[in-house]
């Protein structure tokens, strides 16, 4: 089964849009593991304050798609996933155990994020500092790249109602 790859800002809506996918997966009788790197490494600020808990927490992520991604599961990959590079790196697991993938990109306005960010218990948002690191670093996904196609963009807001799409356009429609 497919690796469903999400990526976007901080706080731009992936893992609410990854708990509706496993919820649509599941009614369809479909296995869903969600690997999220709050699960690996709870401590947002420590995962993101320097390059070397960052790399660690991509290896560790990768380390666990490719421990979980089989013909039998849906694997959805719950994290920032801003870097093309490590897209790629995702793209290959995914081609190397023969199984489809996707990009979701969640899109978010950056001081929306931001506000949720700061809606979140202390223990769970990132610093501000962070927070516009992260940004700055993103790099968006490119449909054009064979490591980020299928690419689908969710327009997320402060709730969304999922309907199914038969293109390639928005899974998720704003309903303030």
């Not at 599941?26 to 070397?52: C, F, M, T, W």
């Not at 089989?70 to 959805?76: A, C, L, W």
């Not at 897209?87 to 306005?109: D, F, G, M």
């Amino acid at each position: 089964m497919p690796l469903i790859v999400l990526c976007g800002i901080p706080c731009s809506g992936k893992s609410r849009t990854s708990k509706k996918l496993k919820d649509y997966f599941s009614s369809h009788s479909k296995h869903v593991q969600i690997i999220s790197d709050h699960d690996l490494k709870p401590g947002r600020n420590d995962a993101y304050e320097d390059s070397r808990s960052e790399k660690e927490l991509r290896g560790s992520l990768k380390a666990a798609v490719e421990r979980l991604l089989s013909k039998e599961s849906v694997v959805i990959l719950d994290s920032l996933n801003y870097i093309k590079g490590y897209r790629y790196e995702l793209y290959c697991v995914s081609k190397h155990n023969k199984t489809q993938h996707c990009v979701i990109h969640c899109v978010a306005p950056i001081e929306k994020c931001r506000e949720w960010n700061q809606a979140r218990e202390p223990t769970q948002r990132y610093s501000d500092e962070v927070f516009d690191g992260l940004v700055m670093r993103f790099e968006e996904p490119d449909s054009r790249n064979r490591w980020d196609n299928p690419l689908f963009t969710v327009l997320v807001s402060n709730y969304c109602a999922y309907r199914q799409s038969s293109h390639t356009g928005p899974v998720c429609v704003t309903t303030d």
